[in-house]
């Protein structure tokens, strides 16, 4: 996650101060003409990818049960049990003392029933801060057993936390070695909230003075689309419905690891679920894997959208405090990491059978090979330039591009535009976090960037905070907790620049994608959450779903005047869409005014109407207040609002545009 590091390099190359001209009651004149200036990059909106904010494990990954296989904990500490407590009694620890489910997977929970144990006795695990119970769904679970001496039945149940029991199964057959046992919950009613546990009990009576063992719990409600494995419904649909054209994983800094061991292995996050041993995340806690390559690669053919594959090229991210210091993998040692990243390829990308790695991707449930074009080199290698650009970058370039010829890959460098590389790079990774002010800049970076076939990805862009110098501070300066009205009207600002420059800038990512409301390690993100219910932001509805992303053309028309310093605070774009022949005019106003436009134009709109999808404070009731966010108390604060209007002069209608406001116009068109 990259600060302001390069807001200095960004502010030179604009040359821009924002100072508004519009002044109510002037009005913009602005004539659109049918001068296609270029074509618009199908991947120019998407998201960025990394598990963050519990976004994957305990988010989009529909795994139910909190710290499932006790991965990456240490034995015998009580945080070893995060997600698990007792019921009446029962002693529990993690421990290495008796052998695992898998190799991948050493540690077990063992469980002691006291010699004076009665009554159902046992555990329960609280999911991710509570388990969402809805009457209609079909759960499947899992778990692995084993005891040395006891041979009775073992309960499993899903229960309120003051003890409804919404349904359960009882398990036999419990042996002293681990045998994976299965089961089903099919609720008739649902809980009234999400205190709700997964519970495991034995009779006491009958367990009395005896130990058990379990590993490897799981437990999944439905799935998007029906997937094993697979991804919670509400959050995926939510994605789904943005139609992203390109997604960047696994991460981040989360694919860097705080050590070269603690980076993310592609190759111990595929197969079967038992043989993932997970690992340390850079986000603070444990992270399960089970949300890995393959999940990732399904999903994006869900998506229908272009996968950008991050690859860990040699530096783990250490201590933010002492950057000289990161740990970074000398030049003689790196070809190693540089072969696994080539075996990574071809596992996603040999023609079907073809390999050894083609029939393990086959083996796993995917025969035909991956799409994938764009590689990654890194993750915000401004912190380590100067092995970047002495050896790491051209290692992985180079034996990559000499292991796959004929895949016609591209490689995006993460280190500033002013590193030069050799190979010399043609697209580049860029992130900024920042005020709405630094947006209300960049709006026109783009417009004087040279056009000499290098492209941009702006990988990683939101506003954080209204004070300079503490957009990632915390809330007390201005950080905000949740994206704001103020704030995607800032970034709609810029992405208009970049739509309008998209010849230069190829592809983009609002980031971070979500948060778990109950583990929060970074603000604000595009779609928050608890166990059962999401909350869509105010940027979320303009980067994506009714406004830039589903309303995108083919082609940028040429307006006049062009957007800029002094037609702020209105910002605009507008394009063609060739296969329905549709105009789409995206127009931005930053200022605390209403502001008139005069539209003009240089064809005929057939139908005499045009539509507009508006975010704006509309009716919200303190006129004048633009920090409104979506919350998941108040859901609803700023929502698209749909209208359609005459158009009496087929050439010319004029339009308010409301204070503080994103519209996107779409007119029928005839050339």
């Not at 009958?206 to 439905?222: D, N």
């Not at 740990?327 to 023609?351: A, G, K, R, S, W």
Request: include cysteine.
């Amino acid at each position: 996650m990259l600060g302001s590091v390069l807001s200095l390099w960004v502010l030179a190359l604009t040359g821009l101060t924002v100072h508004g001209q519009i002044t109510p009651p002037s009005a913009l004149n602005l004539r659109i003409t049918q001068n296609m200036t270029h074509a618009i990059s199908p991947t120019l909106y998407g998201y960025m990818w990394e598990d963050i904010n519990h976004s994957g494990d305990g988010g989009l990954y529909a795994e139910l049960l909190q710290n499932r296989a006790f991965q990456s904990v240490i034995p015998k500490t009580g945080a070893a049990l995060q997600g698990w407590q007792s019921v009446s009694g029962a002693f529990l620890t993690v421990t290495a003392g008796t052998s695992g489910v898998s190799s991948a997977l050493p540690n077990s929970l063992q469980v002691s029933i006291p010699r004076t144990a009665k009554g159902p006795i046992g555990f329960a695990n609280t999911g991710y801060w509570g388990i969402n119970v809805q009457a209609g769904w079909t759960y499947t679970g899992s778990l692995y057993m084993k005891a040395p001496n006891y041979g009775g039945s073992v309960t499993v149940a899903l229960a309120s936390a003051s003890g409804t029991v919404y349904d359960s199964a009882t398990l036999y057959g419990i042996s002293d070695t681990y045998k994976q046992y299965t089961f089903t919950f099919s609720p008739k009613t649902s809980a009234p909230d999400y205190n709700n546990l997964f519970t495991v009990t034995v009779d006491g009576a009958s367990a009395a003075g005896e130990t058990l063992y379990f590993g490897m719990f799981s437990l999944f409600p439905p799935t998007f689309r029906g997937r094993q494995n697979g991804l919670r419904m509400d959050l995926a649909q939510a994605l789904f419905d943005t139609s992203p054209k390109l997604w960047r994983f696994p991460g981040g800094n989360n694919l860097e690891g705080h050590t070269w061991q603690e980076r993310w292995k592609w190759n111990e996050t595929i197969g079967p679920i038992e043989n993932r041993p997970g690992r340390v995340g850079d986000w603070g806690y444990p992270n399960t894997d089970g949300l890995g390559l393959m999940e990732y690669l399904d999903w994006i053919e869900d998506l229908e959208a272009a996968p950008i594959l991050g690859v860990w090229a040699g530096l783990s991210i250490g201590n933010y405090s002492d950057l000289p210091d990161w740990p970074t993998v000398p030049e003689n040692e790196l070809q190693p990491y540089v072969d696994d990243v080539i075996n990574e390829i071809h596992f996603i990308t040999d023609p079907e059978y073809s390999s050894e790695w083609a029939n393990l991707r086959a083996e796993y449930g995917h025969p035909a090979p991956y799409n994938l074009t764009y590689i990654e080199v890194g993750n915000e290698d401004q912190f380590g330039p100067d092995s970047y650009q002495a050896y790491r970058w051209q290692m992985f370039v180079d034996g990559i591009n000499a292991s796959f010829p004929n895949l016609g890959l591209q490689f995006l460098a993460t280190t500033p535009p002013s590193v030069a590389l050799n190979p010399a790079y043609l697209k580049i990774d860029f992130h900024q976090y920042a005020t709405p002010g630094w947006f209300y800049n960049a709006s026109s970076m783009f417009d004087t960037y040279p056009r000499n076939g290098t492209q941009w990805f702006m990988g990683e862009y939101a506003v954080t905070g209204t004070e300079v110098g503490c957009e990632l501070g915390t809330p007390s300066c201005g950080r905000l907790l949740y994206p704001t009205l103020e704030g995607a009207c800032a970034e709609a600002a810029f992405m208009t620049g970049m739509e309008r420059n998209s010849d230069v800038v190829f592809a983009s990512a609002y980031a971070p994608s979500l948060q778990n409301i109950n583990s929060v390690q970074w603000t604000p993100d595009i779609i928050t959450f608890n166990a059962g219910r999401a909350v869509k932001s105010v940027s979320y509805y303009n980067q994506q779903q009714q406004l830039f992303a589903t309303n995108l053309g083919t082609h940028v028309l040429a307006t006049v005047p062009e957007p800029n310093p002094t037609t702020t605070p209105l910002y605009w774009v507008a394009s063609h869409q060739a296969t329905n022949n549709l105009v789409f005019l995206k127009v931005v106003n930053t200022g605390s005014a209403d502001l008139v436009g005069n539209l003009f134009f240089d064809f005929p709109v057939v139908g005499g109407f045009g539509t507009a999808q508006q975010l704006s404070a509309g009716l919200y009731p303190i006129p004048g207040v633009y920090n409104i966010s979506n919350t998941l108390e108040v859901p609803n604060a700023i929502t698209p609002v749909a209208s359609s209007f005459a158009i009496v002069d087929s050439n010319m209608f004029n339009y308010t545009f409301p204070q503080s406001s994103i519209t996107v116009m779409t007119f029928a068109v005839d050339f």
